[in-house]
């Protein structure tokens, strides 16, 4: 397995965490999906109050939330990640044969993550080509 490396040295915080937690009800063997996976905060501290009779299913729509969440956060419970936007959900769900959801989480925006890498092209504040593409 290639382990890839981000520029990225901040652990990110994921907002709200513990009131996303709380509204999401969480029930140990429920099954959810956090479609905004980002740098995965939210889906490991879900992940974590879950039984290992839970599903998780990740979604994000940058193939490089997807990379870092899979080679840098320990899940120990079953689940699986896609590199998909947030409408393709429901044939996820059909292809994982997951019909039914007990949460989905949207953290909808960007992540610091993209913003801060140089090579995506929207730091302000390093040397660095501005690009805005995304
Ligand atoms: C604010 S970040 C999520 C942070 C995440 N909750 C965490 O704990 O790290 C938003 C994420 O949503 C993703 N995103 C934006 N639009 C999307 C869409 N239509 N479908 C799937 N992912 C999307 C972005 O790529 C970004 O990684």
């Not at 995965?40 to 109050?49: K, L, M, N, V, Y």
């Not at 979604?59 to 590199?83: E, G, K, S, T, W």
Request: charged share 20%; glycine share 6%; aromatic share 12%.
């Amino acid at each position: 397995m290639t382990m890839v490396k981000y520029e990225t040295p901040t652990i990110h915080m994921p907002v709200l965490r513990d009131e996303v937690i709380a509204a999401l009800n969480l029930q140990p063997e429920g099954v959810y999906a956090d479609v905004t996976l980002g740098t995965g905060g939210h889906f490991q501290a879900i992940a974590a109050r879950l039984s290992p009779k839970a599903f998780l299913i990740g979604l994000d729509a940058d193939p490089m939330a997807i990379d870092y969440v899979r080679n840098n956060i320990r899940i120990n419970i079953p689940h699986q990640l896609f590199n998909q936007n947030f409408a393709e959900l429901e044939r996820v769900c059909y292809r994982l044969g997951r019909l039914e959801l007990d949460g989905v989480l949207f953290d909808l925006g960007l992540s610091s993550f993209a913003l801060e890498d140089t090579r995506r092209g929207f730091f302000l504040f390093k040397r660095w080509a501005a690009r805005y593409a995304f």
